[in-house]
Protein backbone atom coordinates (compact mmCIF):
# COMPACT_ATOMS: atom_id res chain seq x y z
CA UNK A 1 0.00 0.00 0.00
CA UNK A 2 1.40 3.43 -0.76
CA UNK A 3 -0.11 6.11 0.65
CA UNK A 4 -0.02 9.60 -1.09
CA UNK A 5 0.11 13.36 0.48
CA UNK A 6 -2.70 15.51 -1.59
CA UNK A 7 -1.13 18.81 -0.81
CA UNK A 8 0.70 20.76 -4.02
CA UNK A 9 4.30 20.83 -4.04
CA UNK A 10 4.37 24.23 -4.45
CA UNK A 11 2.83 26.63 -1.95
CA UNK A 12 0.15 29.06 -3.13
CA UNK A 13 1.54 33.04 -3.20
CA UNK A 14 -1.12 35.73 -2.78
CA UNK A 15 -3.70 34.05 -0.89
CA UNK A 16 -4.61 35.31 2.56
CA UNK A 17 -7.51 33.66 4.27
CA UNK A 18 -10.86 35.70 4.85
CA UNK A 19 -11.14 37.95 8.61
CA UNK A 20 -13.21 36.20 10.41
CA UNK A 21 -16.30 37.70 11.40
CA UNK A 22 -16.52 38.98 14.80
CA UNK A 23 -20.61 37.68 14.73
CA UNK A 24 -22.66 35.91 12.44
CA UNK A 25 -25.98 37.76 13.93
CA UNK A 26 -27.36 39.55 11.03
CA UNK A 27 -24.50 38.15 8.20
CA UNK A 28 -25.61 36.87 4.72
CA UNK A 29 -24.05 33.22 4.47
CA UNK A 30 -24.20 32.03 0.92
CA UNK A 31 -24.38 27.88 0.63
CA UNK A 32 -23.14 26.39 -2.58
CA UNK A 33 -24.01 22.28 -2.88
CA UNK A 34 -22.33 20.23 -4.94
CA UNK A 35 -26.43 19.50 -5.88
CA UNK A 36 -25.87 15.65 -5.14
CA UNK A 37 -29.25 13.51 -3.31
CA UNK A 38 -28.99 14.46 0.63
CA UNK A 39 -27.92 18.21 0.51
CA UNK A 40 -31.49 19.48 0.08
CA UNK A 41 -32.60 18.10 3.64
CA UNK A 42 -29.34 18.64 5.50
CA UNK A 43 -28.86 22.43 4.30
CA UNK A 44 -33.01 23.56 5.13
CA UNK A 45 -31.43 22.30 8.57
CA UNK A 46 -28.66 23.93 8.47
CA UNK A 47 -30.25 27.16 7.82
CA UNK A 48 -32.82 27.09 9.97
CA UNK A 49 -29.85 26.18 12.85
CA UNK A 50 -28.00 29.71 11.51
CA UNK A 51 -30.89 31.43 11.64
CA UNK A 52 -32.42 30.11 15.19
CA UNK A 53 -29.16 29.82 17.22
CA UNK A 54 -26.85 32.20 15.35
CA UNK A 55 -29.14 34.98 14.34
CA UNK A 56 -28.17 34.98 10.50
CA UNK A 57 -30.28 37.47 8.67
CA UNK A 58 -30.27 35.45 5.48
CA UNK A 59 -28.88 32.46 3.88
CA UNK A 60 -28.41 32.38 0.04
CA UNK A 61 -28.72 28.59 -1.43
CA UNK A 62 -27.01 27.94 -4.49
CA UNK A 63 -26.67 24.49 -6.62
CA UNK A 64 -23.24 24.05 -8.78
CA UNK A 65 -24.14 23.23 -12.33
CA UNK A 66 -21.86 20.45 -11.96
CA UNK A 67 -21.35 18.49 -9.04
CA UNK A 68 -17.27 18.02 -9.94
CA UNK A 69 -16.81 20.87 -11.61
CA UNK A 70 -15.40 23.73 -9.76
CA UNK A 71 -18.27 26.73 -9.24
CA UNK A 72 -19.14 28.77 -12.08
CA UNK A 73 -17.40 31.95 -12.31
CA UNK A 74 -21.04 34.02 -11.92
CA UNK A 75 -22.05 31.95 -8.66
CA UNK A 76 -18.69 32.98 -7.04
CA UNK A 77 -19.39 36.64 -8.36
CA UNK A 78 -22.59 36.43 -6.19
CA UNK A 79 -20.43 35.37 -3.27
CA UNK A 80 -18.78 37.85 -3.27
CA UNK A 81 -21.33 40.08 -1.75
CA UNK A 82 -22.03 36.86 1.29
CA UNK A 83 -19.96 37.60 4.57
CA UNK A 84 -19.64 33.90 4.55
CA UNK A 85 -19.73 31.23 2.39
CA UNK A 86 -19.90 26.92 3.32
CA UNK A 87 -19.29 24.82 0.49
CA UNK A 88 -21.16 21.68 0.79
CA UNK A 89 -20.84 18.13 -0.85
CA UNK A 90 -23.48 15.16 -0.42
CA UNK A 91 -24.54 11.77 -1.69
Known amino acids: MQVLDPSHEERATGFAP ?3 LAALEGATVGVISNGKEGTGGFFAAFEKELKERY ?3 QVVLRTK ?3 S ?3 EADL ?3 AKRW ?3 V ?3 GD
Open 18 to 20: AAR
Open 55 to 57: GVG
Open 65 to 67: ANY
Open 69 to 71: APA
Open 76 to 78: MDE
Open 83 to 85: HAL
Open 87 to 89: AGV
